[in-house]
């Protein structure tokens, strides 16, 4: 289970269950639709696929340097997906590996 450190969510290990904000890196490989994660506690690696099915409407979380944004999908378009905050208070676009379906 997730939980809110300040401006962000942080999320466990599935190792060590260690509650971090961990932003992930993109995998490097081309044909790769995988975004990697590391414990900085016991150093365990997963990975979790990039969202392919996104659909206007879908309540995501956008996990950025600066914050983690919770909002709603309000355009798809290529790797990038335009984000439409609480109320319309803001739109974002955000790359599509920083998304998860929520």
Sequence with gaps: M???IGPHTADPCPR???EAVRLGTPSSAADSAEVGYACD???HVWSRLIESDLA???TVRADLPDATL???VWGLEGD???LRGPGGD???WVERWRILLY
């Design 41 to 43: 506690r016991c150093g």
């Design 80 to 82: 990038r997906v335009l």
């Design 16 to 18: 060590c269950a260690d």
């Design 56 to 58: 206007v409407c879908d």
């Design 70 to 72: 919770y909002a709603t």
């Design 2 to 4: 997730s939980c809110l």
């Design 90 to 92: 803001w739109h974002r």
